[in-house]
């Protein structure tokens, strides 16, 4: 007591001017503090390697190509940027990139994952082909990609209940699918799985499977990040290499984004496992993960703007965005680990687009790389970051 009554009758003793610069300077002093620190710890995606714009696939003669270089929406993207900035081009003439070359791009990141990936190429091309595929022919029945289907009252509706819109936008204007296997410093055989999987699809397909080798890990966030630079797609999705979600599902997702895209095409559509909350593969994980989901669960609502925090399951690894939507979302991209997920969805939010969130199949499936009580401390202590160093100005746009 007589401390803090020494306390008091010294700072009674102190000019009210001068007391209130010294505390103006010290909330000034702290906030410099916290925002250099902030800096520091921000994680800064490094720049792709050369050899890592190449691609290799299989050619028509069944042999491994040499590395030939991936297309990149991005440059084009950056030029245009600087154009603006420079002035030498008004903002008003839009952003758009390249046009797609094929309907739909998958992006598939793979560390260390020759065991897995296999299984899940197989599920994921038999789809493409199927429903995407170039020798595609009139007998589907277009539910993939949100056809319009006449009912029984003579209504003309989308597969998914929706009332379709006009004719022109409900049939894809293109067709063909590739998936981008991105290695993200696997030191297995993941590659050469890629590669042999891919030989066994035949000539026609072989050279619709691009594997790309990151020299050194990224992290899931990285690796995908550099994928979606390279995508020819209208559409592009990325899957986890566990193929623990439905592919089937890809479907719904596109249907999906089609309906909540803007006039611009911009909309993202994520697939959720939040109805799978009380089933039989949720209530069977142990009690440290089910307390780390819904803790982590809380923080997102807490820490993420609204619309980012209102989507029950930003981490499942099932997402499909449009074409228009990637330049207000790839260019900016910071996080390369678990939590990139939410970084998309915040910044798909900032730029105004519109993100659904769909039901999807999903199944738990051994192998698993996260460590529950490490990466969930990792991706709430990524989560804070990310956030504070968006609202502080440490990232921009």
Sequence with gaps: MDYVRCV????????????????????????VLFYITLFIVA??????LSPEKNFRCIGPNGEISTSTPLPCWQDSYNIWKEAVRSGRKPASAGNEVEKAEIFVSLVV??????????????????????????SRTQKSDGKANGALQRTANGRKEQANGHVGRPAL??????????????SDGSTDKTIDTALDFSRSL????????????????????????????????????????????????????VRACKDIEDV?????????????????????????????????HLLLRLLTPPATAAIRDTQCGFKLFSR?????????????????????LMLAESAGIKVVEVPVGWKEVKGSKLNVL?????????????RAAWGVGVYRR
């Design 264 to 296: 611009d095409g911009r909309g993202v559509a994520v697939g959720s496992r939040a109805h799978l909350v009380g089933s039989e593969a949720v209530v069977k994980r142990s009690f440290l993960r089910n307390l780390l989901m819904h803790s982590f």
């Design 109 to 134: 990141p793979a560390y260390n994952e020759e065991e897995r990936l296999g299984i899940m190429l197989a599920e994921a091309t038999e789809y493409l082909e199927r429903e995407y595929g170039k």
């Design 169 to 182: 936008d409900s049939t894809p204007d293109l067709t063909g699918w590739e998936v981008l296997i991105v």
């Design 202 to 253: 035949g000539p026609q397909s072989s050279a619709s499977i691009r594997v790309v080798s990151l020299q050194k890990n990224r992290g899931k966030g990285g690796a995908v990040t550099h994928g979606m630079r390279h995508i020819r797609g209208k559409y592009a999705v990325f899957a986890d290499a566990d193929g623990a979600s439905k592919f089937e599902d890809l479907g719904k997702l």
């Design 8 to 31: 008091t009758e010294a700072c009674a003793s102190v000019p009210l001017p001068l007391l209130l610069l010294f505390i103006l300077s010290t909330g000034i002093g702290i906030s």
């Design 43 to 48: 994680p800064i995606p490094r720049a792709p």
């Design 374 to 386: 490490w990466d969930s401390l990792g991706m709430a202590w990524g989560l804070a970051v990310l």
């Design 324 to 344: 228009p939507s990637l330049p207000y979302i790839i260019p900016y991209m910071h996080s390369e680990g678990w939590i990139f997920d939410v970084e998309m």
